[in-house]
């Protein structure tokens, strides 16, 4: 599909704008990435696409699904409700320039490339841009050479809607089937290199049960204490050096061997297992790299996309377990969100020597600042801890507490009661809620993952 030429576009604004003079901006919206629909109260509808090779404006009779982006957002704030004072080509070239009785303006350079779309004040100061640009103020590019104005082809205009939706599924089908096409392309070579590598791995359990058969054969030469012996192999009658175990006796030795001949057999069933199923997969990307090779319309395409990420999974994110925060001096606290948490990082995950800190008398947090061996844990991490035990506890409305503090050592399980404890020895210490201390640890939290 071609540009529109300086004449077609000269055409189409002369022609769009008696229909859309005077006529209040309903909405404006995003069609997808670049294309841009505007929505008038006299029922018009005007598209704008930024997109090349599909760069253009025209009105629109069908109204594709839109919606609405940040950049959309600020323009209707801008523009809605308001009319249209001016359309015109702005500077004798492809920039579209729409006028409101507000005084700011809508101008799209449709350009080959660097396609822009600007909302401007009155002073021509740029309010937004579509594409970011450094400039506060804007300035049209060089006036071109004069045009030379062309015949227009009426029948070319008057089926410029459907001219273009064709153009665009047929880009978009093109796009779309070399993309599915390097997807499985990429997958079918990398499984390719997996089969070679598991072909490549020798069997190692048949040369550890032959190992096994001539240790049992030559038993009486087995003691305590070697580490390696060498015994002729009747069937090939060939020497074979063997490594053994010192610490073992001769019973224990054969054990060991037949034990891991067995294993490493099991072993290679699943490798087996594991070298069919790739290569039944391989089988099926080749299937399916023909299919999407054959396919001549988007719908099967489409339904050939399902297929192709049923191979890629979605790999499923795992919230962090706690809330995680560090200190001043950069020591890590984590902080349980519910009993089973409390239970679990104050039991499974704390080590002995590590720092448990829990409002008193208050339902609350599990607070544990984790230490390192021989390193004592500095006066504002201890703090930072103390802070985060009472804000997240039903304390933290009184703005004040005592907050106990005993090693993890210190602290048994009450049974039948997850997240409760039973404290041997411990501390307080009495703090005020700090919304400066707070706000800076809580900048510290590390992101759920």
Not at 224 to 247: F, H, M, V
Not at 264 to 271: D, M
Request: with cysteine; hydrophobic share 35%.
């Amino acid at each position: 599909m071609r540009d529109l030429s300086y004449s077609e576009l000269l055409f189409l604004s002369t022609t769009i704008e008696p229909k859309l003079l005077f006529c209040s901006l309903l909405t404006f919206q995003e069609i997808k990435p670049a294309v841009f629909l505007l929505q008038f109260s006299n029922q018009e509808s005007l598209l704008i696409s930024l997109r090349h090779p599909f760069v253009r404006f025209h009105l629109v009779q069908k109204k594709p699904l839109s919606h609405s982006t940040p950049f959309c957002k600020k323009v209707e704030r801008a523009l809605v409700q308001q009319k249209v004072a001016s359309f015109s080509l702005l500077n004798a070239d492809r920039i579209l320039s729409i006028g409101f009785a507000n005084e700011l303006s809508l101008v799209a350079e449709l350009f080959s490339r660097g396609a822009n779309l600007y909302l401007l004040s009155k002073e021509k100061e740029i309010l937004v841009s579509l594409v970011p640009i450094e400039k506060a103020h804007y300035t049209p590019p060089p006036k071109p050479k004069e045009h030379l104005f062309e015949e227009v082809d009426l029948s070319f205009i008057t089926s410029l809607e459907s001219s273009y939706q064709k153009a665009e599924e047929e880009a978009f089908f093109t796009q779309e089937k070399e993309f599915l096409c390097r997807k499985i392309g990429s997958l079918e070579n990398r499984l390719a290199k997996e089969l070679s590598k598991q072909e490549q791995t020798p069997p190692p359990s048949e040369r550890k049960l032959q190992e096994a058969l001539l240790l049992q054969s030559n038993y009486h030469l087995l003691h305590k204490g070697q580490k390696e012996i060498e015994l002729e192999d009747l069937s090939t009658k060939e020497k074979k050096r063997i490594s053994l175990n010192p610490a073992l006796f001769p019973q224990q030795q054969l054990s060991s061997f037949f034990h891991k001949a067995h294993r490493l057999k099991k072993e290679e069933v699943l490798l087996a297992q594991k070298k069919q199923k790739t290569k039944n997969i391989l089988d099926q990307c080749k299937e399916l790299l023909q299919k999407i090779e054959k396919a001549s319309s988007l719908q099967e395409l489409l339904s050939l996309r399902t297929t192709v990420f049923s191979f890629f999974p979605k790999k499923q994110k795992t919230p962090r377990e706690f809330l995680e925060f560090s200190s001043a001096s950069g020591q890590k606290i984590l902080v349980g969100r519910n009993d089973r948490e409390n239970d679990r990082l104050t039991f499974s995950i704390a080590n002995g020597s590590d720092l448990w800190l829990h409002v008193a008398d208050d339902p609350g947090s599990h607070v544990v600042v984790k230490t390192e061996k021989g390193k004592k844990i500095d006066e504002e991490t201890l703090l930072d801890a103390a802070h985060l035990a009472l804000f997240y506890s039903k304390a933290k409305e009184r703005i004040s507490s005592d907050i106990f503090i005993a090693e993890r050592k210190f602290l048994t399980r009450v049974k039948g009661k997850p997240g409760q404890v039973h404290m041997s020895r411990h501390r307080k210490i009495f703090i005020r809620l700090d919304p400066n201390r707070i706000e800076r640890i809580k900048k510290t939290a590390a992101a759920e993952k």
